[in-house]
């Protein structure tokens, strides 16, 4: 397959994360123990949550874009396009830390202010194989806030991804994405997940577990299966199904078509927010009118990159367009 050359497109991809957090990963100099005293060695502080992660892939691609300095946006028409806009509530001094990390990294955002603390999620590095974390609630947001923030939202295509905060029920917020005049793509898990469906998203991206959870709930037959949950979902909602599959790659269902794009080998060092990344990708590349198996292709590429460099959406655009270029797609019977 020839390497993609995908080009920005004018319209930004609007990342809407319900329940951002201010990620704090914190270092210890030895191994947790709880009920002693830790010293930490090293501290790293990031705006977090799932559509940040997409919104880095996406910068990631705009910024190498091929076209030209997408941070110079329609420069004869004097407007700035950026390729991305962070989506979100956010809450107290937490929220303008994370406000302030985003901007730091370069990273637009429309940002509501609601009442409370944005949360805080604490990651602790103690040198064991997996890192512990604590992850605070976050702000209650009511109907009334999602109504305020969902009418400022920019043009663009809108993807919603990761958990709802407190006082959110899905049906409720589902509903409200289903009153906006765009369709809305959807990264959630559980009764999020299917309330999305329910709500007529256009995509849904669960990973194998989340798909398998959504099929079970559903009584559908064969919920272990990738290909007949992902067609049980599409024939029952309508909605494109896009199923990320970790080392195995992802799976496109849409229309008539089923797609397989396998993943290219690499070294992994964290696979957290590969999908975030997948999905990033994948909108960008479509959204610069690539057909659905090459921009399956960029977002493959784009989670393995991610994974390979340490996870959170670290993906840098030019190695992702190369490793796109190795992706194998093949189209399912
Ligand atoms: N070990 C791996 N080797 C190569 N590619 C990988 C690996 N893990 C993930 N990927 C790529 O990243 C994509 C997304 O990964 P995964 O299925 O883990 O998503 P996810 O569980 O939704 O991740 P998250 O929710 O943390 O963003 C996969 O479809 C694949 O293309
Ligand atoms: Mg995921």
Same mark, same amino acid.
């Given at each position: ?15 809407? +994360? ?9 270092? @210890? ?14 501290? $790293? ?15 990631? @691609? ?11 946006? %329609?420069?004869?028409? !004097? *407007? ?15 929220? $303008? ?7 730091? /990294?370069?990273?637009? &955002?429309?940002? +509501?202010?609601? +009442? &409370?603390?944005?949360?805080?999620? +604490?990651?602790?590095? %103690? ?5 512990? /974390? ?12 999602? $109504? ?36 809305? *793509?959807?990264?959630?898990? &559980? ?6 469906? /329910?709500?007529?998203? /256009? ?5 194998? $577990? ?15 299966? #990738? ?10 909602? =309508? ?28 070294? *992994?060092?964290? #696979? ?23 921009? @399956? ?12 460099? !340490?996870? =959170? ?21």
């Amino acid at each position: 397959m020839p390497r993609p050359t995908i080009q920005r497109s004018a319209r930004p991809i609007i990342a809407l +994360t319900p329940n951002p957090a201010l990620d704090r990963t914190l270092t @210890l100099g030895r191994g947790l123990e709880p009920g002693t005293l830790h010293r930490v060695t090293h501290v $790293r502080e990031a705006a977090g949550g799932k559509g940040v992660n997409l919104a880095r892939a996406v910068a990631a @691609l705009a910024a190498s874009d091929p076209a030209g300095d997408p941070a110079q946006g %329609d420069a004869h028409a !004097g *407007v700035v396009a950026p390729g991305v806009v962070v989506a979100g509530p956010l809450a107290g001094f937490n929220g $303008r830390k994370f406000r302030s990390l985003l901007e730091a /990294e370069g990273l637009a &955002g429309t940002l +509501t202010e609601v +009442t &409370g603390e944005t949360r805080e999620c +604490t990651i602790v590095l %103690d040198g064991s194989a997996h890192p512990t /974390e604590i992850n605070e609630a976050g702000p209650e947001v009511d109907e009334a806030a999602w $109504r305020a923030l969902l009418a400022k939202l920019p043009e663009g295509r809108l993807a919603v991804s990761g958990s709802l905060p407190p006082g959110t029920p899905p049906a409720t917020f589902a509903a409200l994405l289903a009153d906006l005049p765009r369709p809305v *793509v959807v990264d959630a898990h &559980g009764p999020a997940l299917l309330a999305a469906l /329910e709500a007529g998203a /256009e995509l849904v991206k669960p990973n194998r $577990r989340e798909l398998a959870e959504a099929a079970s709930a559903l009584g559908l037959t064969s919920p272990d299966d #990738p290909l007949a949950a992902a067609e049980a979902l599409q024939r029952r909602y =309508g909605a494109r199904v896009l199923v990320t599959l970790g080392e195995d790659g992802a799976l496109l269902v849409c229309g008539r078509e089923r797609w397989l794009a396998h993943a290219p080998r690499v070294d *992994v060092v964290n #696979p957290v927010g590969s999908g975030d990344c997948l999905l990033g990708a994948f909108l960008w590349a479509e959204d610069a009118g690539e057909p659905a198996e090459r921009a @399956l292709a960029l977002g493959v590429a784009a989670g393995a990159d991610n994974a390979r460099r !340490g996870g =959170g959406g670290t993906v840098d655009g030019a190695a992702v367009r190369e490793l796109a270029g190795a992706v194998r797609t093949e189209r399912l019977p």
